[in-house]
């Protein structure tokens, strides 16, 4: 395929353990340069040390890495009409802007803008850019825990938000086939293309056979910022967990990630629970979970969590939303069901029998393997280029 001048735009880190898509990051812009293309990624980076960590990684000499400090969201007047104009564009200070405005004016193929938010900074070049969409707050009821006059404000602006960018791009990334349709709804010109995220899987060591616990621990791993993380709690520690519990007496519960303790306070009092907030390395709590039960009430795009859980032979049990873009099936890959009774069914089966865990954790692995890997995610990205610039030329 031929070279192309890439500029990237991320709101976040390409690292391998950052965030949840700062691993998609490192997989797409690593794999970029790669297959020989010439690529200039800036990155708003919230944490200095992600900088530093960022640029050790990915050394001048084989990369163009440039990383930006967010800005602390300022308050007043001004920045208020900023955020109502473009909610969410903070992530991008003004020396990045300026830094790309240069590239920009120089001769190039392709604007990737990763994450609908950064779609601000390409409404100018909307021919040559494409933004990958990895999720819409429409379609999460990010705003429905708290009908406060601010949060409702929130709402309209952001929903605002999305439907602007998303009718202004003529070409559109999205992870799944939901996503791609509702914003066919919403744009009915634009060309879609669907690329699922890639997982450097050497990054996640599988082992054969898994330790069986004494006492079998039902996990979940998330960010409980997130709205459908957090929803995904409240669910499993109010529906599913008294029935599990029931029914398998010696079962312990085990929720883990970032802001964890905070949001779910309320519920520390459940018998045999145990919260861990911002733990420095998540794996270890993945391979002491024997299922992880993940069921948000609602939440659109891949599931990071669900993938690495996939990736380490954590066997799952979810709903559609919990494998959103991965074509897994119930029984097969994961327990797959939308009711609370066939959740409760799903996890009890697991938890009583290894040899079934044992199945289905080598099984979601292949999957995951066959659909996510670097190779075949980035090719896509690639041929996504090739199409564009092909039409462009």
């Not at 009583?352 to 044992?358: E, K």
Request: glycine residues 6%; proline residues 5%; aromatic residues 10%.
């Amino acid at each position: 395929m031929k070279s192309l001048r890439i500029l990237l735009v991320l709101n976040s880190p390409p690292l391998p353990f950052g965030s949840a898509v700062a691993r998609w990051y490192y997989v797409l812009f690593k794999g970029l340069v790669e297959r020989g293309h010439h690529v200039t990624a800036f990155a708003g980076c919230s944490k200095s040390e992600d900088i530093t960590k960022a640029q050790a990684l990915f050394r001048a000499q084989d990369y163009d890495l440039r990383c930006y400090p967010i800005a602390t969201k300022k308050n007043g007047l001004i920045a208020k009409i900023a955020t109502v104009q473009q909610p969410y564009s903070y992530v991008f200070n003004q020396k990045l802007r300026q830094d790309l405005a240069t590239e920009l004016a120089k001769p190039y193929d392709i604007l990737h803008l990763e994450d609908i938010w950064s779609g601000w900074l390409g409404l100018q070049h909307r021919e040559q850019a494409i933004v990958n969409v990895h999720y819409l707050f429409s379609l999460d009821g990010s705003f429905e825990y708290n009908n406060s006059l601010e949060t409702r404000f929130r709402r309209f602006f952001t929903y605002r938000a999305e439907q602007k960018l998303l009718k202004a791009f003529p070409k559109i990334i999205t992870l799944s086939e939901r996503l791609a349709k509702h914003i066919k709804q919403i744009n009915s010109q634009a060309h879609i293309y669907t690329v699922p995220l890639g997982i450097d899987f050497s990054l996640y060591p599988f082992v054969e056979k898994k330790q069986i616990n004494q006492r079998p621990i039902v996990g979940l791993i998330g960010g409980f910022n997130w709205t459908p993380s957090y929803s995904a709690a409240e669910r499993l520690l109010t529906k599913l967990w008294p029935e599990i519990k029931r029914r398998v007496p010696n079962a312990r519960l085990q929720i883990v990630g970032r802001c964890a303790k905070d949001a779910l306070a309320k519920f520390t009092d459940i018998e045999d629970l145990e919260i861990y907030q911002d733990v420095p390395d998540i794996l270890p709590y993945f391979a002491n979970t024997d299922v992880m039960l993940y069921a948000p009430i609602s939440g659109s795009g891949m599931k990071v969590k669900v993938m690495e859980a996939f990736a380490l032979g954590t066997p799952v049990v979810t709903n559609s939303d919990g494998v959103e873009g991965i074509p897994a099936q119930d029984s097969i890959h994961a327990g797959i069901c939308k009711n609370d009774e066939g959740l409760i069914d799903r996890t009890v089966e697991l938890l009583n029998n290894p040899n079934l865990r044992q199945e289905r954790r080598i099984k979601a692995r292949q999957l995951l393997e066959s659909y996510c890997n670097p190779q075949i995610t980035v090719e896509q990205i690639d041929q996504v280029y090739q199409a564009i610039n092909s039409n462009l030329t």
